[in-house]
T-cell receptor, first 114, second 117 residues
Framework: KAGVTQTPRYLIKTRGQQVTLSCSPI?????VSWYQQTPGQGLQFLFE???????NKGNFPGRFSGRQFSNSRSEMNVSTLELGDSALYLC?????????????FGPGTRLTVT | AQTVTQSQPEMSVQEAETVTLSCTYD???????LFWYKQPPSRQMILVIR??????QNATENRFSVNFQKAAKSFSLKISDSQLGDTAMYFC??????????????FGKGITLSVRP
């Protein structure tokens, strides 16, 4: 089975721009979660989508948004980029059911904001 | 809110020896999951081991085992027969168990483990 894929792997953007990151979960997985990883703050939860619905959200400003499609693929969008948004963005997929909690991570998208 | 603490930022171990990575957490939940994830320099996060809080028995996966002390809210990872490929950052993570089935992981800051040849 193919693992979690994320595109693009690297991005360089300018302050004020917006960016869209994509995540394709493992086949059969219905839950997709997004995390931001920075040296200072570590790994922080952004949001989780399950069956096209956001069912959990972390403490990030409204500039961070996401969505999930019917095939479980997910996108996250960051508008009006700030220097502090530079980070590794990780996507994780899981079956999403109560009995199966393991999350499997993609390789991440490295976003650099200049 | 849950917190996960990994107080040792770095550790080093000789190849073939055993090393223990510490993790403590704070929660008011009675049922939850705990995980150890490994992030090698290539950056792909890999699940190492998981423990359900309601299980008394400590989880093991080949050379990896945990010491889960629920009353002390401690969850340490023991790596036996360390290999060079174990060099990575290790994260301890917590997840609530709830019927809503959402899957938020709360991570510790991580510990960098170096295995010396």
């Amino acid at each position: 089975k193919a693992g979690v894929t994320q595109t693009p792997r690297y991005l360089i953007k300018t302050r004020g721009q917006q960016v869209t990151l994509s995540c394709s979960p493992i086949s059969g997985h219905r839950s997709v979660s997004w995390y931001q990883q920075t040296p200072g703050q570590g790994l922080q939860f952004l949001f989780e989508y399950f069956s096209e619905t956001q069912r959990n959200k972390g403490n990030f400003p409204g500039r961070f948004s996401g969505r999930q499609f019917s095939n479980s693929r997910s996108e996250m969008n960051v508008s009006t980029l700030e220097l502090g948004d530079s980070a590794l963005y990780l996507c994780a997929s899981s079956l999403g059911s109560a009995g199966s909690r393991e999350q499997y991570f993609g390789p991440g998208t490295r976003l650099t904001v200049t | 809110a849950q917190t996960v603490t990994q107080s040792q930022p770095e550790m080093s171990v000789q190849e073939a020896e055993t090393v223990t990575l510490s993790c403590t957490y704070d929660t008011s939940e009675s049922n939850y999951y705990l995980f150890w994830y490994k992030q090698p320099p290539s950056r792909q996060m890999i699940l190492v081991i998981r423990q359900e809080a309601y299980k008394q028995q400590n989880a093991t996966e080949n050379r990896f085992s945990v010491n889960f002390q629920k009353a002390a809210k401690s969850f340490s990872l023991k790596i036996s027969d360390s290999q060079l490929g174990d060099t990575a950052m290790y994260f301890c993570a917590f997840m609530k168990h709830n019927t809503g089935a959402n899957s938020k992981l709360t991570f510790g800051k991580g510990i960098t483990l170096s295995v010396r040849p």
